[in-house]
């Protein structure tokens, strides 16, 4: 059996991928994917791809993106999630800051370069007309990390996903200044070259019993109140999230890779837009 080793935020996005893997949906067709948690996100998720530690990841679209074009040996086969996240903007519960305007010049907490973190506050940025030549950041690696940046001032504001963040905000950890969506399909799954050179047809093996699981994943009884156990969450925030999401079981579509590009190129985080077939794999 071929091992297949993918990574992923231990969030309730990826719940189908974990019970794909419990009910042994993949050792079936004799494939056994072995799943790797990155509480830390993206940027992290990126480096592992590089490294060679993990085989593939369920990663947000802006970072696989801006780090493909700056060299990651990987591409992007699907779209994961096809609605866009909701990233909250949190300032620490007692901190002075009222409001997203009061943000300007102040500190943003990324979890590392190249992260959503990073790369959403220049859009963030951008929507509100800051220059993002002044963005200041502190690396913090992961929420935990947020949470004393934030604490101790050494930051002033973070943005992560804003259901996955509520618990921190409910519990008067943070507290939630804005919301800002990204402009696209928040995410993909992307594989190293090298595994799609040598095991093309396991991948896309591997993503038809996904893509069945998502295709009637809201219609599995109770699996609001599954998600909600499992992931800490609140029922009534569950289900919010639910309307707003939707999975996706098709190719980034070129206009959708455009936007990106044309966004990151905006905000000069690329020096210039890649070719579609540097970025994307059709399996």
């Known amino acids: 059996m071929k091992s297949i080793r993918i990574g992923g935020v231990p969030e309730h996005f990826n719940l ?13 067709e004799e494939i056994n994917v072995i799943w790797k948690d990155f509480p830390d996100g993206t940027g992290a998720m990126n480096q592992a791809l590089r490294s060679g530690e993990i085989d593939a990841a369920v990663i947000l679209t802006e970072g696989v993106t801006w780090d493909v074009i700056n060299g990651n040996p990987a591409k992007i ?8 996240l909701v990233w909250g903007i949190h300032v620490a519960a007692d901190s002075k800051y009222k409001n997203l305007a009061d943000l300007k010049n102040t500190k943003a907490a990324i979890s590392r370069e190249g992260s959503g973190s990073h790369l959403m506050a220049y859009v963030n940025a951008q929507n509100n007309g800051w220059d993002i030549n002044n963005l200041k950041f ?7 990390g947020a949470v004393n940046a934030l604490k101790e001032d050494k930051a002033q504001y973070f943005m ?29 799954i992307a594989v190293r070259d090298e595994v799609l ?26 699996i609001d109140k599954i998600l909600a156990e ?14 707003i999401t939707s999975w996706s079981n098709h190719q980034l579509s070129a206009k ?11 905000l000069n985080l690329i020096s210039e837009k890649a070719a579609d077939s540097e970025i994307l794999h059709s399996l």
């Open 160 to 188: 992560w996903e804003h259901f996955t963040t509520k618990p921190l905000v409910d519990n008067h950890t943070f507290r939630l200044i804005a919301d800002c969506p990204t402009p696209w399909p928040c995410f993909v």
């Open 138 to 144: 502190e690396i913090v690696t992961d929420v935990d």
């Open 256 to 266: 959708e890779l455009d936007e990106v590009q044309e966004k990151l190129l905006q």
């Open 230 to 243: 499992r992931y800490d969450q609140k029922l009534e925030d569950i289900r919010s999230w639910l309307k």
């Open 77 to 84: 086969v699907q779209s994961y999630i096809g609605s866009p």
């Open 197 to 222: 050179k040598y095991n093309a047809e396991r991948i896309q093996k591997m993503l038809e019993i996904l893509n069945n699981k998502t295709r009637s994943f809201k219609d599995i009884p109770e």
């Open 16 to 28: 189908p991928w974990h019970l794909c893997i419990e009910e042994n949906e993949f050792n079936k």
